[in-house]
């Protein structure tokens, strides 16, 4: 006579070694949100509803906003989570509809060089920005730059 398990068992195969990678990816995906929903709204209050509005969004805003660490950093943090929180995302959707293979691996490899080009671009545009731009008419330059 042969045993049958009892349905609830568990069937466990061996744990792998190592870092587990979609647990570390999943737990990001809810962190980076959270953080995430802060950094927009803060930005959308500052950019949007403080002061005139849409209206006053122009070059010297952008300069005279560049002009302190505080919002570089605000900016470059939202920028970061939001690449890595979205191709992550399309990591997880290439998981999901394509096999393990060349083609999956093509397809995280231009996620990863897209993300971290466009990382790598938008820190130095920010960082780099200058405010004060020689030759730049008067009127468009914010109130901190001297006049040339």
Not at 88 to 97: L, S
Request: glycine share 10%; charged share 15%.
């Amino acid at each position: 006579m042969t045993a049958i398990e009892a349905p609830r068992s568990p069937v466990r195969p061996a744990r792998k070694r190592g870092v587990n990678w979609e647990k570390w990816g999943w737990i990001y995906m809810r962190a980076s949100g959270v953080v995430l929903i802060v950094l927009i709204f803060g930005h959308l209050f500052v950019n949007l509803i403080v002061g005139e509005g849409v209206k006053a969004i122009d070059f010297g805003f952008v300069g005279g906003k560049w002009a302190d660490p505080f919002w570089q950093w605000w900016d470059v943090l939202m920028l970061w989570l939001a690449l890595i929180h979205g191709a992550n995302g399309m990591r997880t959707i290439v998981n999901d509809y394509t096999s393990p293979g060349t083609l999956q691996k093509v397809l995280k490899g231009a996620l990863l060089a897209s993300a971290v080009v466009l990382i790598v671009l938008g820190t130095l545009v920010v960082f780099t920005f200058d405010p004060c731009p020689a030759g730049a008419p008067a009127d468009l330059l914010p109130s901190f730059c001297p006049a040339v």
